[in-house]
């Protein structure tokens, strides 16, 4: 599944970040990056960005679009940050 | 025209060298909000100079220290990056702290790189530590936060995170005096050593931040997080934020008006004394008109604008230090993407309505190429505060006579007008100008911090002395030009002599014929001529025209003479409907030189600034025309 489509409240760990090069390695740099687990806080109206907060202890305002393509696996409620 | 910022065309400018360049540079690197301004703040005391540095076109503020061996060295505050190594735009924050880091290490210069580390997100820091090892700079970690730490209720085991990275690591808390010494000895030991014994920045971020941050739990640290919770909660809701959010902004904006305009009023008084005092001790004779009217006059319309600038300012840093900025990013981004920009744009956006000038550096926060030179392009339609003296004094001519509450509504409408044509532009302009794919948002949170009153004040002490640097020279330099071209009489001319037989007025009068379906006159238009350059200047220009003395500072009797002035047939020369023409045209035109500077600045090529002179301009134009020719129809006078 991707970032997008997971519900508020949702644990989940990142398997994939499907954008170009330039722009997955920045993405990664802020730490948004393959393995790194992240608990969706909830997202603006109308389609505006998500709030995820990460493992290593960041918060972020993600894109809808960028969100789109991020591939996430979901977590037991147990794992996770 | 190329999507691209020129500034990728055009190489940056090399500076002269250093004037300390034997001495240490010691760069202080760092993510934003890593805690890098408090820990500047420490080492320097708040001393902060503008560096040269060859390669770096953008201020590099620096500030001198002493080392504990007694050797002087240089802290050079670099803007707040994520990666050296994922570098896009050389404009951005994360391009010139590259281009700063190149430069400096291919010049040869005795260099440490501190980066600010803050342990409670040390996994994300970590990730910047590798590139900088990896770029094989001698490096000194800084664990930044070691007050909130505690409070988090965790520890970290320092020098096992000193060894998994192979570099020197200290924590402190950033606020603390004892930092100082703890850091420099830190850089000092460090430089002693040499780097050949760094680690080569192959580290797993994630998994050393596990290993040595231990957790030992703390009631505190759950009630705060607690409470960051309820408060996002609130104002991240996604239907009361973004009420909250607009009615913040309004605040703001409402005490920034309300604070300054006592110190506001002060400087005209004191600019008007010293006016005054030049008139009694010399007499009233053409040098004299020249200090006074000319050079004066304009340092007077500066230091009016100063108090607005500073507190604006403030407000800003106090919103964007205590966590809530990012957070109105957030609300805000749906609505700027739908325009083509996103919630990165709407700090530069922001602060476009006080002054555009500093605005347009912001945007180095803007990471997208693209989506930074379209918010360059549009702020200048952001209704900022020199625009204000023009608004006032066509509403006390034309609208004295209707309600307070009418008048603020026309005021409110102003802002909110030039507002919307910005955000049509950025619209238009990013399907043409700037068209191509954007880079995606993604934008830090951080937490809610108590804002530290030194850094805001450092912050506020920068954008006032910008604004005179970069502002201030161009006013004063055209009020001067001002002087003579209204004081000058032109060669051949027939009319009477004053006013309407200067150099000014001569033009005026050769391009009425363009401006009457306007409603504007040669009077108007030599205003209008004055406040190509400043548009501050147009209501001291009107009172020169008509003969008022000090309109600037009292527009009442301006007002009269601009409802009194009569054609030949005895009708008013000027109606509401020129008012509103001459309110059109002053929400869309870009009559600052000083933004053009900015913008020549920012991209690199005097392309862009021409194409918003250009486009403003015509729009403000067409705008005063349609206003001046439709009203008729609504049966306004």
């Known amino acids: 599944m991707m970032l997008a489509d997971a519900h508020d409240g949702r644990r989940v760990r990142i398997t994939s970040v499907e954008l170009e090069g330039e722009a997955a390695a920045w993405i990664g740099a802020v730490g948004l990056h393959e393995g790194e687990e992240l608990l969706v806080l909830r997202r603006a109206v109308l389609g505006g960005p998500l709030h995820v907060r990460t493992g290593g202890g960041g918060e972020f305002a993600v894109a809808r679009e960028v969100a789109g393509k991020i591939a996430v696996v979901p977590l037991e409620e147990s794992e996770g940050p | 025209m190329s999507a691209e910022p020129s500034c990728h065309a055009e190489p940056a400018r090399v500076r002269p060298p250093h004037e300390v360049a034997g001495a240490l540079t010691i760069a202080l690197a760092g993510r934003p909000n890593s805690g890098k301004s408090s820990l500047y703040n420490v080492l320097t005391g708040g001393d902060a100079h503008v560096g040269n540095y060859p390669g770096i076109t953008v201020d590099i503020l620096e500030g001198d220290v002493t080392l504990p061996s007694g050797a002087s060295a240089v802290v050079a505050d670099l803007p707040g990056f994520y990666s050296v190594e994922a570098t896009v735009d050389a404009a951005t924050d994360e391009g010139v702290a590259r281009s700063f880091l190149d430069a400096t290490q291919k010049s040869g210069r005795a260099l440490v790189v501190v980066q600010a580390l803050d342990p409670t997100r040390l996994a994300l820091g970590l990730r910047l530590t590798a590139e900088l090892l990896r770029a094989k700079l001698p490096l000194v970690v800084v664990l930044t936060h070691q007050d909130v730490l505690t409070r988090e209720g965790h520890t970290i085991d320092v020098p096992a995170l000193s060894d998994a990275i192979g570099a020197p690591v200290v924590l402190v808390n950033a606020r603390d005096r004892a930092t100082k010494a703890v850091v420099l000895a830190a850089v000092e030991d460090h430089r002693r050593e040499g780097s050949d014994a760094q680690g080569s920045g192959k580290l797993d971020a994630s998994r050393i931040a596990k290993a040595v941050v231990k957790d030992v739990g703390n009631a505190a640290e759950l009630r705060r997080r607690r409470m960051t919770e309820r408060l996002d909660a609130v104002l991240l809701h996604p239907l009361v934020g973004p009420f909250l959010f607009v009615g913040i902004m309004s605040l703001l904006f409402a005490a920034v008006f309300l604070v300054a305009d006592p110190a506001s009023n002060l400087m005209d008084k004191l600019v008007g004394l010293s006016r005054a005092w030049l008139a009694n001790a010399f007499g009233k004779n053409l040098v004299t008109s020249f200090f006074a009217d000319g050079l004066l006059g304009g340092a007077g319309t500066v230091l009016a604008f100063m108090p607005q600038i500073v507190i604006l300012t403030v407000a800003l840093e106090l919103l964007e230090a205590s966590g809530y900025l990012a957070r109105g990013a957030f609300l805000v981004d749906r609505l700027l993407r739908l325009l083509g920009l996103s919630g990165r744009s709407f700090l530069p956006l922001l602060m476009g309505h006080a002054c555009a000038v500093p605005a347009i550096a912001a945007t180095r926060i803007v990471r997208d190429p693209r989506e930074r030179l379209t918010t360059i392009l549009v702020l200048p339609l952001m209704t900022c505060s020199a625009r204000l003296p023009t608004y006032g004094l066509v509403l006390a001519t034309f609208f004295g006579h209707r309600s307070a509450l009418f008048r603020a509504l026309i005021f409110v409408g102003l802002y909110f007008a030039g507002i919307m044509t910005a955000l049509v532009a950025s619209w238009v302009l990013r399907r043409t100008a700037t068209k191509g794919k954007g880079l995606p948002l993604v934008l830090e949170i951080p937490s809610y911090r108590v804002p530290q ?66 409603g504007f006159d040669w009077r108007i238009n030599v205003g209008l001529i004055g406040s190509f350059g400043a548009r501050e200047v147009m209501v001291g220009t009107m009172g020169v025209i008509f003969g008022v003395e000090n309109a600037a500072d009292d527009p009442a009797p301006l007002t009269t003479r601009l409802r009194e002035t009569k054609k030949p047939d005895g009708s008013p020369v000027y109606t509401t409907r020129t008012g509103l023409a001459l309110l059109a045209f002053f929400v869309l035109a870009c009559q600052c030189m000083s933004t053009v500077a900015a913008i020549k600045r920012e991209t690199g090529s005097w392309r862009w600034p021409a194409f918003v002179v250009a486009y403003t301009y015509a729009l403000g134009y067409a705008a005063a025309v349609l206003v001046y020719q439709v009203s008729a129809f609504f049966g306004i006078v």
């Open chain 2, 453 to 518: 009153a030194k850094v805001v004040l450092r912050k506020a002490g920068q954008a006032a002395r910008r604004f005179l640097r970069d502002v201030g020279t161009v006013i004063v330099a055209t009020a001067a030009v001002l002087w003579v071209l209204l004081t000058v009489p032109m060669p051949g001319s027939t009319a009477e002599p004053g006013i309407e037989r200067s150099v000014a007025a001569s033009v005026g009068k050769a391009i009425e014929p363009a401006t009457r379906p306007a």
